[in-house]
């Protein structure tokens, strides 16, 4: 009897409810910034509720145990233990956990800042996975035993719904067999970082508030740059916009190929940012959920002194790479304002008002 130890490793980046919840975890906010800014805090987790009400995707559960999957033909026995990867947020350090837990229904993000380069605002992508892969048993039996571990793991992994976000096609060999295997990964998880280094000199800068317009619920003071845009957006791009699979099989170059995207346009051609292939392009625009018209909220960048929200077009892109979105529900952000950041990490960057 032959035994296989093999390691894979790729780096991309409740209970079921009417809508998917999105969760902040702020547990590698290591220097505080949430917790000595509550409405930071206050604004980033109204994005997330908008966006929740937005998607009624049911993502299936994840935890230690279901991160691993065994599969026997036979005497024979195949396993896929995944772990995930991210940036941390607020060190920019890489990060890895097999100990992952998010319950059904829940999609958790990790929130933190850290000193960004240029006019970066915020960056905001999908957890990344790798697996290992062991054997025991027989050549003879190898490719049921990986057939069987392929189905477990791709069952959970892609969490019943939504995009896929990575995807590892290869063969392995075992016992003078070789078996091929595709396993996937989903929306398992995602990760915001927010720039707290307004003059750019590398560190974080104690004073904010002529950089930053924290507070969600006014309006955004001329000069400054929104945080709860930039939450929203952030955050979008954690849930596979802007990159993965899934992303990836729904544009060629800038032409948007979705159903959804094109039925709101009226076709898809330049629908796609040219730079960096992971936004809407600069200056789309699409009608809010309330029926105001502005640009789209996935956009490359923001302008001084304005605010966004998700838009009609930012939620049929999202169907387009898999999510089940309400129907033009209602944002619950309540504001006062005149006029209108697995898998790379999206970011937005400030534009400043003309």
């Known amino acids: 009897m032959k035994h296989l130890s093999l390691l894979v490793a790729g780096l991309l980046m ?15 906010d290591s220097s505080g910034f949430f917790s000595t800014n509550l409405a930071a805090r206050a604004a980033l987790e109204q994005a997330a509720a908008d966006v929740s009400s937005a998607i009624t ?10 991160l691993s999957f065994t599969g026997t033909n036979g005497s024979t026995t195949a396993t896929v233990d995944w772990g995930l990867s991210f940036t941390n947020p607020t060190t920019g350090a890489a990060h890895s956990f097999t100990n992952f837990t998010s319950a059904a229904g829940e999609f958790k993000v990790f929130a933190g800042a850290r000193a960004l380069a240029d006019s970066t605002l915020g960056l905001g992508g999908s957890l990344g996975a790798g697996f290992s892969l062991g054997a025991s048993g027989f050549g003879s039996e190898w490719t049921g035993a990986m057939a069987a571990v392929q189905t477990a793991s791709n069952s959970v992994m892609t969490r019943g719904g939504g995009p896929v976000i990575g995807r590892f096609v290869q063969a392995a060999p075992f016992d003078g067999s070789s078996a091929s295997y595709s396993l996937s990964y989903g929306a398992v998880g995602g990760v915001l970082t927010f720039d707290n280094d307004a003059d750019n000199n590398g560190s974080a800068d104690a004073d904010l508030s002529g950089y930053w317009h924290f507070d969600h619920t006014t309006t955004v003071g001329d000069g400054l740059n929104d945080f709860y845009s930039v939450a929203l957006h952030e955050i979008v791009h954690s849930l596979g916009f802007g990159g993965g699979i899934s992303w990836n099989e729904a544009h060629t ?5 979705g159903a959804a995207g094109i039925a709101e346009k009226g076709n898809g051609q330049d629908l796609v940012d040219a730079g960096s292939l992971a936004h809407v392009a ?8 309330d029926g105001t018209t502005q640009e789209a909220v996935m956009g490359p960048s923001l302008t001084t002194g304005t605010r966004k929200f998700l838009t009609e077009l930012d939620l049929a892109m999202l169907e387009d790479i898999g999510y089940e979105v309400a129907a033009v529900p209602e944002p619950a952000t309540s504001v006062l304002f005149a006029g209108v950041g697995a898998l790379g990490l999206g970011l937005m960057r400030r534009r400043r008002r003309g």
């Open 57 to 66: 995707t049911q993502l299936g559960a994840l935890s230690p145990s279901t």
């Open 282 to 289: 600069s200056g789309v625009e699409s009608k809010t959920l």
């Open 14 to 28: 409740t209970q079921p409810v009417s809508a998917l919840t999105v969760s902040i975890d702020y547990s590698l």
């Open 253 to 257: 170059g800038t032409t948007w190929l």
